[in-house]
């Protein structure tokens, strides 16, 4: 066990492993990680199931099978990575368990072609859920303005939700009050709400990517004086929105019939420049009731030299308010950039996805059958 993923989890905050792949079941990688460095959940995404698909030949025999059954390629990646899902799920099923179904969750994206269609999202979701048949599944579905009604109607069916995509503070309360109107419709229905969890995913490194290079632009003292401040203080400002929704009278309704608060989750906290600690954005976002997902670096980075301090969050806001005005003050829109972060991001997701599309063709075309 090691100090800084154990005091990481002693604040509360959840460590999720932002990785899958057919190896790291098969292997015993994944138990492994969940015994000696804390992991209590796993996200996926298009771009992790087209690295692991393209990668080796753990996949070779599956893939076989459905060459022979001659089925599409969507059916195809449907098959392999909601198997993947559904294994590791198995594995995490003890700490779902134990958690009472906080944790011990891994995760599986809608087709992200599908980001800017309501209805089509929330047949993906319904799908994926049945497929997959885990009770510590979340189905994840993209914060565009398309993406709010599906998490009100899937949460609404008691399917859990991991959202996806998150980049605005505004964006970010229209995404709790899509949780809190899938709640009641869920109430509604009769249904039990202790069971609906839900977690928001707030992206943090891809903020600082954009507006240090717009700050780099601009080149003048004041402006570098910002540089790695951003993302902070975006996330701080959604934990600040978080607590604020979270004791609200409507809320506090909706807790005494059973639900559960929609914990804030920090995507995207590998660090991309190499000027920053690999663990900034692991030491700097420690509050409780919160999730962390990394990429397997960055997990081991927070293991070696993670600066675990306690809270990192509380007492921030007002810093963290004065942070992201003095970005408008030196001519950088702080909307500007978040809309931009949310059109690349379902951009690179849809670009994943093909690339998905096209290695799984190619491997169905490889381990096809010979004619005769």
């Known amino acids: 066990m090691t100090d800084a993923l154990k005091r990481l989890s002693d604040e509360g905050v959840a460590i999720w492993l932002d990785d899958l792949s057919r190896k790291r079941i098969t292997s015993g990688n994944l138990a492994e990680l969940i015994d000696q460095q804390h992991v209590v959940g796993v996200t996926t ?17 599956q893939v076989s099978d459905l060459a022979f059954r001659k089925v599409t390629v969507e059916e195809a990646i449907r098959m392999i990575t909601t198997a993947d899902v559904r294994d590791a799920a198995d594995i995490m099923r003890p700490l779902f368990d134990s958690t009472n179904g906080q944790d011990g969750r891994v995760s599986i994206e809608v087709d992200p072609r599908l980001a800017h269609n309501t209805k089509a999202t929330v047949a993906e979701a319904k799908q ?13 579905i993209p914060a565009t303005l398309a993406g709010l009604p599906a998490i009100t109607e899937v949460i609404g069916l008691g399917i859990s939700v991991n959202v996806t995509l998150i980049f605005s503070l505004e964006r970010y309360r229209a995404v709790m009050d899509a949780y809190l109107a899938g709640l009641e419709k869920a109430k509604e229905r009769g249904l039990d709400l202790s069971k609906i969890h839900s977690v928001a995913s ?7 990517t954009e507006i240090d290079k717009r700050i780099d632009a601009l080149g003048t003292d004041e402006a570098k004086a910002l540089r790695g401040k951003a993302g902070l203080a975006n996330a701080r ?16 309704a909706l807790e005494k019939a059973g639900a ?5 989750l920090w995507a995207s906290t590998g660090v991309k420049d190499p000027a920053y600690k690999k663990t900034l954005y692991v030491d700097e976002l420690v509050a409780p009731n919160t999730v962390n997902t ?25 810093q963290s308010r004065t942070e992201l005005d003095a970005l408008t003050k030196i ?10 972060l949310e059109k690349e991001g379902v951009e ?11 290695s799984t063709k190619a491997e169905l075309e490889r381990l096809a059958p010979s004619e005769g």
């Open 348 to 358: 690179k997701f849809e670009a994943s996805w093909n690339d998905l599309l096209e």
């Open 237 to 252: 400002l959604a934990y600040q929105a978080y607590e604020e929704v979270f004791s609200s009278d409507r809320w506090q």
């Open 45 to 61: 995404n298009p771009s992790i199931f087209q690295k692991a698909i393209s990668e080796g030949h753990g996949y070779d025999q």
């Open 294 to 318: 990394m990429p397997e670096a960055t997990l081991f980075a927070t293991e070696e030299s993670g600066d675990i301090r306690g809270n990192t969050i509380a007492g921030t806001y007002e």
């Open 128 to 140: 994926l859920a049945w497929l997959v048949d885990r009770p510590n599944t979340l189905i994840k």
């Open 331 to 340: 001519g950088i829109s702080y909307d500007e950039v978040v809309e931009l």
């Open 260 to 264: 559960n608060k929609q914990r804030p």
């Open 202 to 208: 707030f992206f943090v490194s891809r903020v600082d």
